[in-house]
């Protein structure tokens, strides 16, 4: 953790955050990951002369939906601009955005700081087709471009720098990343570029009310290249101003494998977009009646279900913003929860068992093997006492495997009932108790800790099958305790 | 008259007549064209094979029964309008070999209507100009008198259609680009409402002005033609999504009780003397017709021409960015780096008066300027459509010249920008109102044809259609052509 005594930083993160629409912004083309290089790219997308770009409808909804989860306020009239430079991933040499009047105005997140809740207000977020890729080690002397995601849905999040740390920052890229996600308007998919950060750093002397010249660190796709980044930004400025240098307005690029940025251009040789009203599109006018409908669709947010899952569940904190912080497994959790009698061994069991599961085999919870039924089911056979909790885990096991479908049918078929009855226990329990005389006593004069001796001892004889809590109270009877 | 001069209606009853077929027809302009074309550079792409096996498709039709206003007529079209499979130059270098992988809209629906396209006509590099001097092709001569420009920037189809090589043509107009050349090459030339014609496929100048038209020899003509080009397409945001009026079915409305608005500030000077007399000559007929003329001001209309000259460049240098040498189009030789590719590539590519226009556009977007020259621009727009509309409560239309002079010489405006682009004053202001114009043939002057222009509200291209079809009953100047120019 970093320590700058008299210095404070100012952080703003500028998020570009891929829409899950199926199409592209302005064409048909598809936006899925990974195709062959320009294989999604049709006339439209490769700007050919003769073109025009027309707005996909769906990508409103997901702005709005966006805009409304941050309590924002929603631009009734939507309209696009051109925004103009040269390069080869930009094939008609401007990108269609929105400058002066972005779909979404203000709004904030809450994160979760060391300091405790801090309030991050979002500045901004506004529609914009991206460019494609320019890929520099697929020829020796040619640099290739990929137009497959030119044209893709981006919403640019834009943050007032409010952020005072690299924690800070994180937290607040993860809550975005959370928000997107559970709002169903991005996958989240980082690897594959569908969430992409810029951050904007300045450093000023703790009584210093202007901020401090400003660097752009731009294209940081992973929340460890984020945090590293600022830190070593953070350090760069520091440093340069207490040497006596100054700093100039720039933009950079974060090296990960040097962990430091290099300037890629300065404020001087900055690039005048030219932005000007686009002519091709028609301004978008969305009616109070469109934005009540996605109101009325508004998911819960994790927040909001976190403490239902408090109050209706009777959860605690930690295991409730566990299993509200991703919405397939809230919808997991909740599913397992109404279908038994106590909520919390439903999660007990998601946040042990299955996540445990999960981590280990590196599988998304959207995949797993052990759907929601089933965990209802084999719960049900603990709760009706026809199973112990350690055979369960055994169940649990194969259903992940496989080897078994239906909990119950497992059962049966191997035989894994739990011996509750008396009649068998007792005298199973009284030979015990006769083959041991000297761990009897001692038990009697208690040393409690040999319970655990008799249980163990029933357990190996019945195959763990035997009821522990009857194992116990007969136990018990038995030595007069 | 022989038949490369006839109007769509007779040669319809003589394909319908079997007195000729479609391949004959079609043969004949190939035939005139390879012999005339030489001393015109009207075209830049004949489709000799292409056209033949289309008309033998459509004499199958023919014989078949199949009837339709448009079957079987050879026309030709603009090199600005994107033909699949076939060279698309927009009079360039830059796109000198380039061959679009789709149609236009417009090209579609002639396509669907049943022309027989016979060739892609010169034009002003990327349709910018007034005198089709601009070509990287070579400049288009004035079939009317070959040391005279034809106008610009469709002045291949205006010279095609003048002369005999085709039955009507394609051309695009943003300042004035059909009803220019139009009016210097006898036509009737419509610019029609911005949005009535589909602008996918047509290479982009100036995405609020382009709009697409038909070049022919009569109203008449004209009708049919921009009936088949016309209608909504969702390819296109800005095509108006209103059904195409049937144009040839309303021509023939009479003149009693229009009303002819007369800007007499645009006749006050700048004008030359037959112009202006074939001016008194138009309105005096038209008043015999049945229509009454009010005076009207336009109080704005002289910021027509500054207004347009900072908003056309201005979209111009962003459309025209896409040509970069990376994907399509002219790439220089051995480029040393990305900087090299794209100057080379575009200064090698462009011509003078695109990289002129490019940089005055790039100019009045930049920082600091923005302001002052494209947002103000857009305001005196507003205006200049203002004016417009509130004259067309007092009026059903204005009649203005369509040029200040009849053409003129090659070589007479090059050296003056700023006076080439004055040419345009007349008929700039439509497209900066989105108001449909068309130009007539009016009158004569020293063998060269004078052209008048009706301006119309929007969507109102029946009554512009219908009013020149009532003048072409009773006047004669459209029937007339050059002869003996080959």
Sequence with gaps: MMNFPGWQVDIGLEIHA??????????????????????????????????????????????????????????????????????????????????????????????????????????????????????????????????????????????????????DAVAYARKIHQLVTYLDVCDGNMAEGSLR???????????????????????????????????????????????????????????????????MRSKETSTDYRYFPEPDLLPVELSDAFIDQIQAGMPELPDEKSSRFQSEYHLTEADARLLANDLTLANYFEAVAQGVTDPKTAANWIKGDLIGKLNETETQISSTPVSPKQLVELIGLIEQDVISGKIAKDIFQALWSKEADSPRAYVEEKGLKQVSDAGALEPLIQTLIDANPKQANDLREGKDKLMGFFVGQVMKQTSGQANPQQVNRILRNLLGL | MSIEFDSIQTLREALDGKAISATELTKHFLSRIDQLDPSLNSYITVEHERALSTAAAIDKKLLAGERAPLLGIPIAEKDIFCTEGVRTTAGSKMLAEYRPPFDSTATANLAAAGVIRLGKCNLDEFAMGSSNENSYFGAVKNPWNQERVPGGSSGGSAAAVAGGLCVAATGTDTGGSIRQPSAFCGLTGIKPTYGRVSR??????????????????????????????????????????????????????????????????????????????????????????????????????????????????????????????????????????????????RNEGFGDEVKRRILVGTFALSAGYYDAYYKQAQRVRRLIQGDFLQAFDQVDMILTPTTPTTAFSLGENTEDPVAMYLQD???????????????FPAGMSLGLPIGLQLVGPHLKEATLLSCVHQFQQVTDWHHQHPRDWA
């Design chain 2, 200 to 345: 996918w496929g047509m290479i982009a100048f100036a995405s609020s002005l382009d709009q697409a038209g038909p070049m022919a020899r009569s109203a008449a003509d004209a009708a049919l033609l921009l009936e088949a080009m016309a209608g909504p397409d969702e390819k296109d945001s800005s095509c108006l999504t209103v059904p195409v009026d049937p144009y040839s079915t309303l021509i023939r409305q009479p003149l009693e009780g229009m009303r002819i608005g007369i800007v007499p500030s645009l006749l006050a000077e700048g004008l030359s003397e037959s112009i202006a007399e074939a001016f008194e000559d138009c309105r005096k007929g038209l008043e015999k017709l049945g229509a009454t003329f009010v005076e009207i001001e336009l109080m704005h209309h002289h910021h027509s021409v500054g207004a347009y000259y900072v908003i056309a460049p201005a979209e111009a240098s962003a459309n025209l960015a896409r040509y970069d040498g990376v994907r399509f189009g002219y790439r220089c030789e051995d480029p040393a780096d990305l900087q090299d590719l794209y100057l080379r590539s």
């Design chain 1, 18 to 167: 891929q829409l899950n629409t199926a199409s592209k912004i302005f064409s048909g083309s598809a936006t899925a990951f990974g195709a062959t290089p320009n294989q999604q790219a049709s006339f439209i997308d490769m700007g050919l002369p003769g073109v025009l770009p027309v707005a996909n409808g769906a990508v409103f909804e997901k702005a709005v939906r966006f805009g409304l989860g941050i309590g924002a306020k929603i631009n009734r009239v939507s309209k696009f601009d051109r925004k103009n430079y040269f390069y080869p991933d930009l094939p008609k040499g401007y990108q269609i955005t929105q400058m002066d009047e972005p779909i979404v105005l203000g709004g904030q997140v809450t994160i979760e700081t060391e300091a405790g809740e801090k309030i991050i207000r979002i500045t901004r977020a506004h529609l914009e087709e991206d460019a494609g890729k320019s890929v520099h080690d697929a020829y020796d002397d040619a640099t290739a471009i990929d137009l497959n995601r030119a044209g893709t849905p981006l919403l640019e999040i834009v943050s007032e720098p409010d952020m005072k740390s690299a924690a």
């Design chain 1, 197 to 263: 950060f810029d951050a904007n750093i300045s450093v000023r002397r703790v009584n210093e009310e202007t901020l401090g010249v400003r660097s752009e660190i731009k294209n940081l796709n992973s929340f460890r290249f984020l945090e590293q980044a600022i830190h070593f930004e953070i350090e760069r400025q520091i440093q340069t101003l207490e040497s006596g240098g100054s700093l100039i307005q720039d933009t950079r690029l974060f090296d990960p494998d040097r962990k430091e940025t290099r300037q």
């Design chain 2, 425 to 439: 004053i007349y008929t700039i202001s439509a497209n900066l109102a989105g108001l449909p114009a068309i130009s």
